[in-house]
């Protein structure tokens, strides 16, 4: 098995897009106009974002963890958008991390084990 993808729920698709597109830096694979969107790592795995029409569908109550070798690079060009960093950049014993949150509320860790 490999994991394929995840969705995260949103009130406004255009505004994440934004987010996702222009300010992290993923690209879209495909648009369904005002209730999804799909964005594309480089290893293949997809972040969905679908516009919440569901009671289980809640705008800001996921969470990712993203890996990237240059996580103090993203840090300062993140902090440079002026993109609110929820928790700063810091050594754990597993690793470098940082977090923000986008334009709902989801928590999007940034994680560097190395």
Known sequence: MNF????????????????YNNLIGLGIEYRQGDIYVSF????QVRLGV?????DREIPGSQTIIISTEEIDKLYDRLREKRVEIYSDIEN????RTFS???????RIEFLNRN
């Open 40 to 43: 594309i790592f480089p290893n």
């Open 100 to 106: 923000i949150l986008d334009v709902d509320g989801n």
């Open 50 to 54: 679908k516009k919440a029409e569901s």
């Open 92 to 95: 754990e014993s597993w690793g």
């Open 4 to 19: 394929d993808s995840t969705i995260f729920y949103s009130h406004d698709i255009n505004k994440a897009i934004d987010f």
